[in-house]
């Protein structure tokens, strides 16, 4: 069936350095991605969302990349920093769907950890 | 706000026990969210809600039972509680997402529920 995975399960990187996290899918119907951070004991945050008439989009020292010829996405960290350290999760929905979260799949996590 | 704000945030049950995972927003979301968490694994839908009194199975329903009586309030039962059914649990709201709204979708801190 179709899936949301996450390539890595754990990134260690430098602190100061950049991270990419990645992310693919299946799902050709695919119409709207978001990353979601979730650091220990806590319930995920939204970080940045895009959709599929994008290929890129900037927030705030982050970014995601969209290429959907190979279906994958990255969220692309600068600077990492300690308080980064936490498991992010990659989620789509189709564009099928109805404007709720019962279409949202989410991938199953990499956990993102800084070496000082 | 307060957010999403879920209790207990720990509970142990036995086998065949049954108990009720609270969720109450301040949002005023129409759309609410039960979601299970297991260790190294993505969330999986186990309940949600477009607006108050409409109530949807998502992918793993079987073994809850959820009721929502107005736009705050949106409670978990677990009926006969099962070693299966350790995980932790999130509530969530949120407006509109995919390509009506945005994916933010607001999780209260979780609860972990352990059965014996």
């Known amino acids: 069936g179709e899936s949301v995975g996450l390539h890595l399960p754990t990134l260690s990187v430098q602190e100061g350095d950049n991270s990419i996290i990645n992310c693919a899918y299946s799902?050709?119907?695919?119409?709207?991605f978001i990353w979601y951070k979730q650091e220990s004991g806590k319930g995920p945050q939204f970080i940045i969302d895009i959709r599929s008439n994008m290929d890129k989009r900037q927030g705030q020292r982050v970014t995601v990349l969209l290429n959907k010829t190979v279906k994958h996405l990255s969220l692309q960290i600068a600077a990492t920093q300690p308080g980064d350290s936490a498991v992010y999760f990659c989620?789509?929905?189709?564009?099928?769907?109805?404007?709720?979260?019962?279409?949202?799949?989410f991938g199953k996590g990499t956990h993102l950890i800084i070496q000082p | 706000n307060a957010g999403v704000t879920q209790t207990p945030k720990f509970r142990i049950l036995k086998i065949g026990q049954s108990m009720t995972l609270q969720c109450t927003q301040d949002?005023?979301?129409?759309?609410m969210y039960w979601y299970r968490q297991d260790p190294g694994m993505g969330l999986k839908l186990i309940y949600y809600?477009?607006?108050?009194?409409?109530?949807d199975k998502g992918e793993v329903p079987n073994g809850y039972n959820v009721s929502r009586s107005t736009t705050e309030d949106f409670p978990l039962r677990l009926e006969l509680a099962a070693p299966s059914q350790t995980s932790v649990y999130f509530c969530?709201?949120?407006?509109?997402?995919?390509?009506f709204g945005t994916g933010e979708l607001f999780f209260g801190e979780g609860s972990r529920l352990t059965v014996l």
């Open positions: 969530a709201s949120s407006q509109l997402l995919g390509g």
């Open positions: 949002m005023n979301h129409n759309y």
């Open positions: 799902n050709s119907a695919s119409d709207y």
């Open positions: 989620a789509e929905t189709p564009s099928t769907s109805g404007g709720g979260a019962d279409g949202l799949t």
């Open positions: 809600s477009v607006g108050a009194g409409i109530t």
